[in-house]
Structure formats: C-alpha cells, structure tokens
C-alpha cells in the first residue's frame, strides 16, 4: 500500500522560506516521478514542480519559478519543495503525489498515488 505523508507546512509571513517534506513508501519509490501540486480555497489543484525518477529533469510552474525548488532524496525515499520568497497567493493545501511514470509530466492524471496535504499559509 503506497503511503505519501507531507511535512513542513504552517503558518510564515511574506518573504519567508519554507521547505516541505515528502516521505514515501509501498513502492521502489526510485523508480518513479513526484511532484507536488496546490489547491487554494475556491481554486482547482494546480502543478507547482515535479521531478524524474534520477532527479536530472524538474519541471516549475511559473507561478514558483525562481523561488521554488524540487529536489529528492532516494535513499530516503522523500522529495521536497523548498519555497522562497513566499507571496499571500502562495497560501494553500500542498501535496505530494507520486507518479504512475518514470518522467516528469504536469497533469494530475499522471499522478496515482496523492498524501493527504499540508496546510501552508502565508500572512502579507
């Protein structure tokens, strides 16, 4: 049974950093891409950043390009999402997702397995 369990979200001021933490099992988790996608209240999930199975390829929406970074830990079976400068219109549920593919895609089609989120609200 695949289990994703995010970390790290809570409450942070505009400017702050934060990183968010995904750690997964049930799965050769090196075999697979993750991603993380948000949903704010009122709003569709959305593709924030994911990342190759090996880590060589990431993909950003434009929304965090510049100020968030994807990266994973194999061993650790755990990716994360580092994120700078965080704006107002960065507040919301983060979550982690696995997906069905080796390479990175966009889609939450592509994505089986999803965490249950992490809260992440950023005060102006």
């Known amino acids: 049974q695949v289990q994703l369990v995010e970390s790290g979200g809570g409450l942070v001021q505009a400017g702050d950093s934060r990183r968010l933490s995904c750690a997964a099992s049930g799965r050769t988790f090196s075999r697979y891409a993750m991603a993380w996608f948000r949903q704010a209240p009122g709003k569709e999930r959305e593709f924030v950043a994911a990342i190759s199975w090996s880590g060589g390829s990431t993909s950003y929406a434009d929304s965090g390009k510049g100020r968030f970074t994807i990266s994973r830990d194999n061993a650790k079976n755990t990716v994360y999402l580092e994120m700078n400068n965080l704006k107002p219109a960065d507040t919301a549920i983060y979550y982690c997702?696995?997906?069905?593919?080796?390479?990175?895609?966009?889609?939450?089609?592509?994505?089986?397995?999803w965490g249950q989120g992490t809260q992440v609200t950023v005060s102006s």
């Open positions: 997702a696995q997906s069905i593919t080796a390479e990175v895609f966009t889609t939450p089609s592509a994505y089986a397995y």
